[in-house]
Structures are given as C-alpha cells and as structure tokens.
Antibody, heavy 124, light 107 residues
Framework: EVQLVESGGGLVQPGRSLRLSCTGS????????MSWARQAPGKGLEWVGF??????????EYAASVRGRFSVSRDDYKSIAYLQLNSLETEDTAVYYC???????????????WGQGILVTVSS | DIQMTQSPSTLSASVGDRVTITCRAS??????LAWYQQKPGKPPKFLIY???DLESGVPSRFSGSGSGTEFTLTISSLQPDDFATYYC?????????FGGGTKVEIK
C-alpha cells in the first residue's frame, strides 16, 4: 500500500524558515516524481512545487507564488521528499500535502496518491 | 499560465440525482485533465485522469468527458458517500493549476 507521511509543520514567525519532509513507503520511491500542494484554511487547492525522478533529470518546477522562496528536493535512499520554505509570509499558512506524481511521457504529471497533510501556520 | 474555472461553485442535489460539474480551461489543454474528490479534513482522492480514464477502484457512476477547453465530471446516480468537494486540475504544462472547486451538498 502506498503511503505518504508529512512531518515538520507547525507555528513559525513571518520571515523565518521551515522544512517539511514527506516519507514514502509501499512503492519504489526513486521511480516517481514527487510534488507538494497546499490548501489555505477554507480555500481550494494550490500546486506549490515538484521534483522529477532521477530518470527524468531530478529537475524542479514551482508555482510563481513561491518561486525563489520555496525549494523541493529528494533523497531517494531515504525515500523522502523535502519542501524547504524560506521567507515565510502569513499568506503561506495552509495545510501542505505531499503527492506522488504519475507520468506517461515524463512531461505530463498528475497526482495519484496524497499524504494526510500537515499544517503550517505563519504568525507572529 | 492556464486558468481553470469550475462551475457551479456549489451544487445542491439529492441521493439518486444525476450531477454534472463543468471545468473550463483558459486555453486548450487537449485531454490533460484530472479530477479529485475531497471530503472535509481529508486529503484529496484521485478519481480520473486524461479527462475520462477512471482510476482503479473508483465507482463506475463517476465519468469524465471533454477535450480542449471544456470538460465535465458526471455522477450518474449520486450516493451518500459522494457529498464532497470536487476539483479539476490541468497537467498540460507547468505551472499546474486546480479549479476553484465544486461543493456537492445535500438538498
């Protein structure tokens, strides 16, 4: 059974940093792209960032709202994907979800499994 | 960036009703569209990919259609477990974007 478990969330002051981790199990982690999405309280889903599998270069993509502040990385040996959140703003308060991304051709990706999510609250 | 617009934002329906949700893309995305279901306090659940292909295990009362810029999610006979919020998401290119969601509530 595929499982994704997020950790590292919590309360942080504006301008500070936080690193989220997503531990995957039940599948060959290194074969899949991994992604992060978020959901502000009472709002819809927003895609945040993405890292391709090593087979597709391990490169990353970001939403404009977080580019330059957030970064996604992966450690395939530990089966962990990371989301580094820097220069946090109150508008970054949200539940952050880790997702596994499926592709047919290495260019088109959608999300077939989601973690339970972890809350990040940015407040002074 | 490609914008995704869902309608309606809220839909009131009864058990047994046929329900249709529309998702429009600001430019053509061919058939690169996924649908998700989310219940309160839970992560989204993947339903459909490539506009009309049902994920394994998803009940056959769910179906998707469309291509280009207009897509629909249909629930042929609404069941109690289907009351939830539904999101479309394009994956034609980066950045990936979700629609604003459609809440299906009990009439």
């Amino acid at each position: 059974e595929v499982q994704l478990v997020e950790s590292g969330g919590g309360l942080v002051q504006p301008g500070r940093s936080l690193r989220l981790s997503c531990t995957g199990s039940g599948f060959t982690f290194g074969d899949y792209a991994m992604s992060w999405a978020r959901q502000a309280p009472g709002k819809g889903l927003e895609w945040v960032g993405f890292v391709r599998s090593r087979a597709y270069g391990g490169t990353t993509e970001y939403a404009a709202s977080v580019r330059g502040r957030f970064s996604v990385s992966r450690d395939d040996y530990k089966s962990i994907a990371y989301l580094q959140l820097n220069s946090l703003e109150t508008e970054d308060t949200a539940v952050y979800y880790c997702t596994r991304a499926l592709t047919v051709d290495g260019a088109k990706y959608y999300f077939d499994h989601w973690g339970q999510g972890i809350l990040v609250t940015v407040s002074s | 960036d490609i914008q995704m617009t869902q309608s309606p934002s809220t839909l009131s329906a009864s058990v047994g009703d046929r329900v249709t949700i529309t998702c429009r893309a600001s430019q053509s995305i061919s058939g690169w569209l996924a649908w998700y279901q989310q219940k309160p306090g839970k992560p989204p659940k993947f339903l459909i990919y490539k506009a009309s292909d049902l994920e394994s295990g998803v009940p056959s009362r769910f179906s998707g259609s469309g291509s280009g810029t207009e897509f629909t999610l249909t629930i042929s006979s609404l069941q109690p477990d289907d009351f939830a919020t539904y999101y479309c998401q394009h994956y034609n290119s980066f950045p990936l974007t979700f629609g604003g969601g459609t809440k299906v509530e009990i009439k």
